[in-house]
């Protein structure tokens, strides 16, 4: 028996969706994406009336079409998110799947990130989507069927420095859906982590993301290749439609836990974090995103270069009088030209 094709009409009982940030990006994709491919989809947002009428427009759908519905959620307030479950319930009941896809992005190192920044980050992308799951969790355990995908992020794999806290909050995201899978599978549900790559929405943006940067500060080195790199990976960045593609094929899982890369990126990212060494994978990020050595600009000084290195690892094995000779040779040898310009100078 062969599998069912992605665009085969999809059984009755899989077919109401919610997805968080629906409003615009990889959210609003899969909402367009999951209502064309004939599902009930549940567009949770922070501004319904203007988002609503977008995904309308897009999709076709008409304002009494009951596949297609507003529900206003803001992760920050949980009033707003009781509020949401309760709207949830009533338009739809149980739904089959949530998508906890709504997001935010920040730049700058730990030291540069206040702490309400950290709040924020933990409160988008843990703690609100963990009371909307505990709200709508005693419905999908009754009902014995149901799938929770986790849109998390490449910083969810694995530390990127200048994202702690966004990295931070996405790990913590995947743990959550680790622990989580290994409660509600034996009620009949399963989760899904999307560790997603560099997709061509806001966030990936200057106005999309929150900067706090120090830019003449301690780490303006590091900033200034991250960004130069950052700016690079932002050109191969791969339209929203094939995520929402993404998400579609995921939402068909049956396996009690399951996480897929979306795009090269990640692929690339999540096969090289199983295969290497953690402190190989630290180098690795650490020149693609073209970040010194570890020591390399101590107290501020420059970096060493190859010829400095060489002559640091000698000495560790070459005795101390013919070190001190070789150095001597290196002075000499280096102080030559400029003699010799002197000389010409002097004759000229
Ligand atoms: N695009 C990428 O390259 C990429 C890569 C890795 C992971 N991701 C993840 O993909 C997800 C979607 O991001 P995106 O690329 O689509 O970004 P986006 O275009 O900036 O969209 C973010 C969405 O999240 C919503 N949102 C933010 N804070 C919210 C809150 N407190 N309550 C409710 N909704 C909130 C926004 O709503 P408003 O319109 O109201 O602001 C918007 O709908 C995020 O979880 C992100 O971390 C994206």
């Known amino acids: 028996m062969g599998e069912r094709r992605v665009d085969e009409p ?8 919610v997805i968080t940030g629906a409003s615009r990006g990889l959210g609003f994709a899969s909402a367009k994406h999951l209502y064309d491919r004939g599902w009930q989809v549940v567009a949770a947002m922070r501004s319904p009336d203007a988002g609503l009428a977008r995904l309308r427009e897009a999709t076709g759908a008409r304002d009494d079409d009951d596949r297609l519905i507003g529900v206003p959620l803001d992760l920050g307030d949980p009033a707003s998110i009781d509020a949401a479950a ?9 739904p089959y799947a949530v998508v ?49 995908v986790m849109v998390s992020s490449q910083g969810g794999v694995r530390g990127m420095p200048a994202i702690a806290a966004y990295s931070a909050s996405k790990g913590a995201l995947e743990r959550w859906a680790e622990s989580m899978a ?3 599978a034996p009620f009949g549900l399963g989760v899904t982590v999307l560790v997603t790559g560099v997709f061509d929405t806001d966030i990936i943006t200057d106005e999309g993301t929150t900067d706090n940067r120090d830019l003449d500060g301690p780490y303006t080195a590091l900033h200034t290749t991250i960004n130069k790199r950052g700016r690079l990976a932002i050109r191969i960045a791969k339209k929203p439609a094939k995520f929402a593609r993404a998400l579609a094929k995921a939402l ?18 999540v096969l090289s974090s199983r295969v290497l060494p953690q402190a190989a994978m630290h180098h690795m990020s650490r020149i693609a995103m073209g970040i010194p050595r570890q020591g390399a600009i ?13 002559m640091i690892r000698a000495a560790t094995v ?4 013919v070190m001190q000779r070789i150095a001597l040779l290196i002075m000499k040898l280096q102080s030559a030209p400029k003699q010799s310009a002197q000389e010409s100078e002097n004759h000229g």
């Open 252 to 269: 068909e899982d049956t396996a009690p836990y399951t996480k897929h890369p979306v795009g090269p990126d990640a692929h690339m990212l």
């Open 10 to 17: 999809l059984r009755e009982e899989h077919r109401t969706v």
């Open 86 to 94: 309760k709207a949830i319930e009533a338009a739809v009941g149980v």
């Open 100 to 148: 906890h896809n709504a997001g935010i992005s920040a730049a700058g190192m730990v030291e540069e990130s206040p702490l309400e920044l950290w709040q924020n980050m933990f409160q988008t992308h843990v703690m609100g989507p963990v009371q909307l799951t505990q709200a709508l969790l005693p419905g999908m355990r009754a009902a014995g069927r149901g799938r929770i």
């Open 318 to 321: 070459v005795p101390a009088p």
């Open 298 to 310: 101590r107290d501020g000084t420059a970096a060493l270069t190859a010829s400095q290195r060489l």
């Open 182 to 184: 290994g409660e509600i």
